[in-house]
């Protein structure tokens, strides 16, 4: 292979700057202001990733959303995000919906095609469903509780999402709990459990018993998804429902 050339070097660096102007104007950043200090680096250091942006944005992108004070500012940071391949599927970024000081927060696995669509988390059958928990079993509104998903893009066909999807958007999930900062976890479905608790142990076998995810407590239960497959299984998400209840309610189980 040839060693690049100063055309070769100033085309990447052009094409470079242009990704990066495009992204700040998605970002509703505008352009450098006159008198803007304007970093310069070696064409040669700026690794560009599959997805066009480049290593050191995605470091800088990172820095930012962990930096965030509120979820306003998280779901700023977060942007038109393109850092795994789930963005270029999705219609809109799922973030998370909710009381931004919930006692209670809902983790599921990934946006369906009715959450893609709305930009909501659990609008679908499945979330009426789990509407129907929080309202009609816990007994408090939709808003009062915190609900989003371990990945913010819809999964092409509503597959698992994949290990380095999980590990691109995952610090945008542990973010979120610790600004929202609740009192119990309730990990929705095998996905969302087994990220959270970093464990290959089936969600039949973990469920109903509480664990910790860095100290908040965390109930696992199955997908209202697969309650919708597998009713009979109701009864027992409302065994630990009723778990979830006596704490909220400062009983001892
Ligand atoms: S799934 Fe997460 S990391 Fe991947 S593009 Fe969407 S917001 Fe970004």
Redesign the pocket.
């Known amino acids: 292979m040839s060693e690049p050339n100063d055309a070769d070097e100033l085309a990447a660096l052009t094409t470079s700057l242009k990704r990066h102007l495009q992204r700040r104007q998605r970002a509703g950043i505008g352009f450098l202001a006159k008198g803007d200090p304007v970093e310069t680096k070696p064409v040669s250091v700026v690794k560009e990733n599959l997805l066009g942006g480049t290593v050191d944005d995605m470091f800088a992108d990172t820095a930012a959303s962990m930096a965030a004070n509120s979820l306003d500012e998280l779901r700023a940071a977060?942007g038109d995000?393109?850092?795994?391949?789930?963005?270029s599927g999705?219609t809109h970024?799922v973030f998370g919906v909710g009381n931004p000081r919930a006692r209670l927060m809902f983790v599921g696995e990934?946006p369906g095609q009715d959450e893609d669509l709305q930009g909501e988390p659990f609008v679908g059958r499945a979330g009426q469903l789990l509407t129907d928990i929080i309202t009609k079993g816990i007994g408090i509104k939709r808003e009062d509780v915190y609900i989003c998903n371990v990945?913010?893009?819809r999964p092409p066909e509503n597959r698992n999402?994949e290990p380095d999807?999980v590990a691109?958007?995952e610090p945008?999930l542990k973010k979120q709990i610790d600004l929202v900062r609740p009192e119990i976890i309730v990990g929705l479905g095998k996905f969302a459990v087994q990220t959270l608790l970093k464990s290959n142990v089936a969600i039949s076998k973990l469920r109903g018993n509480w664990h910790s995810y860095h100290g908040i407590k965390l109930m696992p239960t199955f997908h209202p998804a697969y309650l919708l497959r597998s009713p009979a299984d109701k009864k027992l998400v409302w065994e630990d429902i009723k778990k979830v209840i006596k704490e909220l309610q400062g009983e001892n189980t």
């Open positions: 977060i995000c393109q850092r795994c391949k789930l963005c999705r970024i990934g990945v913010k893009c999402p999807e691109a958007c945008f």
